[in-house]
């Protein structure tokens, strides 16, 4: 195995315990993914003196394994794009609160913004950017929680090399899906795909990749994760267009069925959608005034990570006109 | 051959510059080296080499140097304990390269500062830890989510001198990921307690090793 080894520390202008106390800053972004970051950057540039709430800097282009539609990248690892991403953020005095994130919002009599966050930090803002991203979403079938660690995976990147060569199903059928895939294909594990929607969504060349390599299986259900109380043992499937149920024999499932939005701290603060994605205006302004979002938690189409990141340029640039009272 | 590049490098030696205190890193390998005992023996000199006047290292053989091994209660290797005015108890078992190289760098950080960087709520609810509790996390190399619960088990080994904390990297140690019914990461291991997945934010990582330890509510 070559190894490689990634650095992502605080910076040096990581927010010190208390140093927030006493502190208006004119934005606070909430998240530190593509949408996030690219904010930041924007937001900076504008001179505005700026917090990043964020758990990592990258977001889910740290769980990416490779990014090929990147603009100015023919091909590049999710990591060492997100690295890219938050050093050009970081040439920039920036106040961070990495290793944190947001447990409330609330606005008060003066219109300034306060947010608490997971360390006990009280933030106040002039204005808030929230890019909060999404995080996978489960399967929600008997087994599934039960098994959460024991074969049944949500991160394949992280837990791929617990079944090395070990038969394994991957649920789902997005470029996710398939890169989970070719990983536990290098790790020697004999694949199946199961798509759990009809028509696969990954992209051509990545699925070409795949074919005669693994066993596809479009449109099925997962109907059930089995075991011996201790680890996976199989799981059970369903043709969508109502065939015989049978049982794949594999010690892992990995589930890339897409993503939930991290929203649930935003409940009554700004206005969500039915699928609990926070809503914006072409302006990537919320129902709530001096609140704008971006990227994957927003309800703009197309979770991409060129997609978020415009969305955080233009995210920033509302909340620059917003602050210095600009129209539109 | 380097095991950093330039740009990890540069990136390394200036965090390792900011670092109030020196910290010694004990390497612990053995004549026969085990699968990345050279790595790690490697990583420690080229952190050193970096910033001369803020990482020591000296090199412990497993098998021969036994007041070493008991003074630093090291089972296995290859071994980093991560030593500065104080044992703080914070260890990393097995090489730490991919995303773990964060965690080492904290750390060193953590050390070298010998303080934790965490809320007075949580260096409180602490206090219900009486007796010695050791702090298991294991990881894999390309586990972006690891690091935060390594460096949260590092804070409390600093925050308690009842807590020791280490980095298992699972990959290298299978035997003790089957027999901690490893399966996913990052998992903790809460002394004899309990365990749990996932890189909890702070306040629930530390009521779960508070709630597990006390068989109780925070």
Not at chain 1, 246 to 252: F, W
Not at chain 1, 254 to 277: D, H, K
Not at chain 2, 110 to 117: E, I, P
Not at chain 2, 153 to 175: D, K, N, R, Y
Request: proline share 5%; glycine share 10%; with cysteine.
């Amino acid at each position: 195995m070559g190894l490689e080894f990634k650095l992502d520390l605080p910076s040096g202008t990581n927010l010190k315990a208390g140093e927030e106390k006493e502190q208006l800053f004119d934005l606070a972004i909430v998240g530190g993914g593509p949408a996030g970051l690219t904010a930041a950057m924007y937001a900076l540039r504008k001179q505005l003196y700026v917090v990043l709430i964020s758990p990592d800097l990258g977001g889910q282009v740290l769980l990416t394994r490779g990014v090929e539609n990147y603009m100015g990248y023919q091909y590049i690892t999710g990591p060492e794009l997100a690295r890219k991403f938050s050093a050009q953020v970081r040439q920039f005095t920036l106040k961070l609160a990495q290793g944190e994130s947001v447990t409330r919002f609330s606005q008060d009599g003066k219109g300034l913004f306060q947010l608490v966050t997971s360390t006990d930090r009280f933030i106040t803002a002039r204005s808030v950017i929230l890019a909060t991203g999404k995080r996978s979403r489960p399967l929600n079938v008997p087994g599934e929680q039960e098994y959460l660690g024991r074969g049944v995976s949500l991160c394949a990147v992280c837990d791929g090399p617990f079944f090395k060569e070990l038969p394994v199903v991957i649920v789902g059928g997005g470029n996710s899906a398939i890169s989970a895939a070719l990983d536990m294909l290098d790790l020697g594990s004999p694949v199946t795909v199961v798509n759990v929607a009809d028509g696969w969504q990954a992209d051509s060349v990545l699925m070409d990749q795949l074919r005669d390599r693994v066993t596809l299986l479009d449109a099925h259900k997962v109907t059930e994760i089995h075991g011996d109380k201790e680890k996976v043992s199989g799981v059970k499937i369903t043709p969508r267009d109502g065939g015989a149920e049978r049982t794949l024999d594999v010690r892992g499932v990995l589930i890339e069925i897409g993503l939930l939005p991290n929203t649930e701290a935003l409940a009554g603060f700004v206005a969500l959608n039915a699928r609990q994605e926070v809503l914006t205006d072409c302006f990537s302004r919320t129902s709530r005034p001096g609140v704008f979002a971006a990227g994957d938690c927003t309800s703009v189409p197309e979770k991409q990570i060129i997609i978020a990141a415009g969305d955080g340029a233009k995210a920033a640039l509302a909340a620059h006109r917003f602050l210095k009272h600009i129209p539109d | 051959m380097a095991l950093l590049d330039t740009a990890i490098q540069k990136q390394a030696q200036t965090a390792l510059k900011e670092n109030p205190e020196p910290v010694t890193l004990h390497v612990f390998t053995q004549a026969m080296e085990c699968q990345y005992c050279r790595e790690s023996h490697q990583l420690a000199e080229e952190l050193a080499a970096l910033a001369p006047d803020k990482v020591k290292v000296e090199v412990h053989d497993f098998v021969s140097d036994k007041a070493a091994v008991e003074k630093f209660k090291i089972d296995k290797i290859p071994a980093l304990a991560v030593v500065g005015k104080e044992d703080y108890g914070v260890r990393f078992y097995g090489v730490p390269a991919g995303y773990e190289f964060t965690s080492l760098l904290s750390g060193i950080k953590l050390v070298s500062q010998g303080k934790a960087d965490i809320s007075k709520a949580a260096l409180s609810k602490l206090g219900a830890i009486t007796k010695p509790l050791q702090l298991k996390v294991f990881v894999t190399l390309t586990c972006p989510y690891c690091p935060a619960a390594v460096h949260l088990a590092h804070q409390l080994a600093v925050a308690s001198p009842l807590i020791t904390a280490e980095m298992i990297e699972a990959s290298e140690f299978p035997h003790l990921a089957v027999k901690e019914q490893v399966m996913g990461v990052p998992k903790t291991i809460v002394g004899g307690f309990g365990a749990f997945e996932g890189a909890l934010p702070e306040p629930a990582f530390v009521d779960k090793v508070v709630s597990l330890v006390t068989g109780g509510a925070v």
